[in-house]
């Protein structure tokens, strides 16, 4: 019966109270941080550089104010 008592008391729902704001208060912020830090929604269109050399293909992304970046690996296979 005392934990029943417990449960209702207005000690521990202020605190369950207090602990449901808090939990909903960093969730939100969480959020909107991850937004802010992710750049949500914002994006870039990038050209279709395949066919183009490499200099044609560092003077269009210089143009849009992108950087180049070339990955490449060793054991390339065409097939």
Do not use: C, W
């Not at 008391?9 to 109270?17: A, E, M, P, R, Y």
């Not at 808090?22 to 279709?48: A, Q, R, S």
């Amino acid at each position: 019966m005392n934990f029943i008592k417990f449960l209702i008391s207005k000690v521990f729902l202020k605190n369950l109270l207090a602990a449901i704001i808090l939990t909903i208060i960093i969730v939100l912020g969480f959020k909107l941080y991850l937004n802010f830090y992710t750049h949500h929604n914002e994006y870039h269109i990038v050209p279709d550089l395949s066919k183009k050399s490499f200099s044609e293909a560092k003077q269009i992304l210089e143009k849009r104010k992108m950087r180049i970046q070339v990955i490449d690996t060793i054991a390339y296979d065409p097939k």
